[in-house]
């Protein structure tokens, strides 16, 4: 039995529908907004479920609803690491040639092969490295265009996903005019565009500068968290289903170590599974251990990586390290506090916003409930343990 090998998945996005806790609800909701002609641009931190979202929207538009509600397609663009045209165009063609639906998958090699027909030229050599030295920026965005054309023509309702979307912004050719006319004009009224980003200044950003050509097209929502009674159950069902039971205390203790953030959840979930032996009892010592043994992982992770990079920087970097201390240390409602900022080594307390600022466009920091916090609860977490100043008491506040 694969589930028992495998109860919970945390290396990858989520495709199992049964696995997938907690989304039908908001998948239905945006699949309502997306058949109904407008765009949507979802913001969501790093590791918080945003392709795993994808997967269950997928699902949700693959049903129909009723005769004036046919099921949609949906083509996702993976632009993690686009920083270029031709990089974009290679993404496309990735998307299109590897769609996980084989009617999908052919007719896209279809239209890719009449596409290449068309420009002389084979698509891959983009995305390759031998691209002919003829081949000039002006080509490349012609290129996209068409190959853009090509997808759309894919399917008579189709959504196409831009995961990662905010990447676009650092990309040189003006891939938002291209995305506009290809996609949002009047021969792609069958389409239906849904943006994701992690970094949320970044995405507003580009849909709301009026000067950027997807300004205003484009409902905005924040991906929802897992309801903490849904992820409590699903836990639950998942280590009996597979032969270890897990305590209460264990489950709740798990998911407050975590706030039910969904990777580090579903890793600490696995990490305790894996310490206990076939028909074993998962119990509140196995998630302290496990909790503790991935709280030391930081140490050499990219978390680390960057901490080091800021340390190592100008005084705009110290403040962030200063600020992410901070909000480890004491929460994020006290980030206005003069005294605590004095204590964390700040010249001055009007510093914390824009260091917090600078760690939101990192996507490190992000805002909730007007309340800041540290993504990564993990890192968050490691931050607090190595903190030499958590047991200062605080000196009481001074009038400004
Ligand atoms: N709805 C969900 N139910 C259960 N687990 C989930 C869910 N969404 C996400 N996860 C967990 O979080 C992990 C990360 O999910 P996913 O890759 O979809 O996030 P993401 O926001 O796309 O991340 P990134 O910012 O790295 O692209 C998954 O491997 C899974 O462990
Ligand atoms: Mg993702």
Same mark, same amino acid.
């Given at each position: 039995m694969p589930s028992a090998l495998n109860p919970f998945v945390w290396d990858r996005p989520v495709d199992d529908p049964s696995k997938i806790v907690g989304m039908d609800g908001f998948a239905n909701q945006v699949a309502l907004i997306l058949t109904g002609q407008t765009n949507v641009a979802l913001f969501g931190p790093r590791d918080t479920g945003k392709t795993t979202f994808i997967n269950q929207l997928a699902l949700e538009l693959a049903k129909s609803h009723g005769d004036d509600a046919p099921p949609f397609d949906v083509l996702r663009v993976n632009l993690q690491r686009v920083v270029s045209i031709p990089g974009f165009i290679g993404c496309v063609h990735d998307a299109m040639v590897g769609h996980p639906e084989k009617r999908l998958r052919r007719a896209a090699q279809r239209q890719i092969g009449a596409l290449e027909k068309e420009i002389g030229f084979d698509i891959k050599v983009i995305k390759g490295s031998m691209r002919s030295p003829a081949s000039v920026p002006a080509q490349d965005a012609e290129t996209l265009h068409a190959q853009l054309l090509a997808l759309r023509s894919l399917s008579e309702h189709l959504v196409v996903v831009f995961d990662?979307?905010?990447?676009? =912004?650092?990309?040189?050719?003006d891939p938002l005019a291209i995305i506009r006319s290809a996609l949002m004009s009047s021969g792609a009224n069958h389409v239906s565009l849904l943006f994701t980003g992690s970094i949320r200044n970044a995405l507003q950003m580009m849909l709301e =500068? !009026?000067?950027?050509? *997807?300004?205003?097209e484009a409902a905005q929502l924040q991906l929802p968290e897992i309801n903490r009674v849904d992820f409590l159950e699903y836990l639950d069902f998942q280590f009996e289903a597979s032969g270890k039971r897990a305590d209460e205390d264990a489950l709740e203790y798990l998911l407050n170590a975590t706030g039910g953030h969904p990777r580090s959840t579903q890793q600490l979930a696995w990490e305790c599974w894996l310490a206990v032996p076939a028909g074993g009892r998962v119990t509140l010592e196995t998630v302290i251990r496990a909790h503790n043994g991935l709280v030391q992982t930081i140490e050499r992770s990219e978390f680390a990586a960057v901490l080091s990079v800021l340390m190592g920087g100008d005084e705009g970097e110290i403040n962030e390290v200063r600020a992410l201390q901070l909000v480890a240390d004491r929460g994020g409602d006290t980030v206005t506090s003069r005294a605590i900022a004095l204590l964390d080594g700040f010249s001055s307390h009007s510093r914390v916003p824009a260091a917090l600022d600078r760690l939101q466009r990192r996507g490190l920091v992000d805002r909730r409930d007007r309340s800041w916090y540290i993504v990564d609860p993990l890192f968050a977490e490691w931050l607090r343990r190595a !903190?030499?100043? *958590?047991?200062r008491p605080i000196p009481a506040e001074e009038d400004d």
């Amino acid at each position: 039995m694969p589930s028992a090998l495998n109860p919970f998945v945390w290396d990858r996005p989520v495709d199992d529908p049964s696995k997938i806790v907690g989304m039908d609800g908001f998948a239905n909701q945006v699949a309502l907004i997306l058949t109904g002609q407008t765009n949507v641009a979802l913001f969501g931190p790093r590791d918080t479920g945003k392709t795993t979202f994808i997967n269950q929207l997928a699902l949700e538009l693959a049903k129909s609803h009723g005769d004036d509600a046919p099921p949609f397609d949906v083509l996702r663009v993976n632009l993690q690491r686009v920083v270029s045209i031709p990089g974009f165009i290679g993404c496309v063609h990735d998307a299109m040639v590897g769609h996980p639906e084989k009617r999908l998958r052919r007719a896209a090699q279809r239209q890719i092969g009449a596409l290449e027909k068309e420009i002389g030229f084979d698509i891959k050599v983009i995305k390759g490295s031998m691209r002919s030295p003829a081949s000039v920026p002006a080509q490349d965005a012609e290129t996209l265009h068409a190959q853009l054309l090509a997808l759309r023509s894919l399917s008579e309702h189709l959504v196409v996903v831009f995961d990662e979307f905010q990447r676009l =912004r650092h990309c040189p050719g003006d891939p938002l005019a291209i995305i506009r006319s290809a996609l949002m004009s009047s021969g792609a009224n069958h389409v239906s565009l849904l943006f994701t980003g992690s970094i949320r200044n970044a995405l507003q950003m580009m849909l709301e =500068r !009026s000067d950027e050509p *997807i300004f205003g097209e484009a409902a905005q929502l924040q991906l929802p968290e897992i309801n903490r009674v849904d992820f409590l159950e699903y836990l639950d069902f998942q280590f009996e289903a597979s032969g270890k039971r897990a305590d209460e205390d264990a489950l709740e203790y798990l998911l407050n170590a975590t706030g039910g953030h969904p990777r580090s959840t579903q890793q600490l979930a696995w990490e305790c599974w894996l310490a206990v032996p076939a028909g074993g009892r998962v119990t509140l010592e196995t998630v302290i251990r496990a909790h503790n043994g991935l709280v030391q992982t930081i140490e050499r992770s990219e978390f680390a990586a960057v901490l080091s990079v800021l340390m190592g920087g100008d005084e705009g970097e110290i403040n962030e390290v200063r600020a992410l201390q901070l909000v480890a240390d004491r929460g994020g409602d006290t980030v206005t506090s003069r005294a605590i900022a004095l204590l964390d080594g700040f010249s001055s307390h009007s510093r914390v916003p824009a260091a917090l600022d600078r760690l939101q466009r990192r996507g490190l920091v992000d805002r909730r409930d007007r309340s800041w916090y540290i993504v990564d609860p993990l890192f968050a977490e490691w931050l607090r343990r190595a !903190s030499p100043l *958590i047991d200062r008491p605080i000196p009481a506040e001074e009038d400004d």
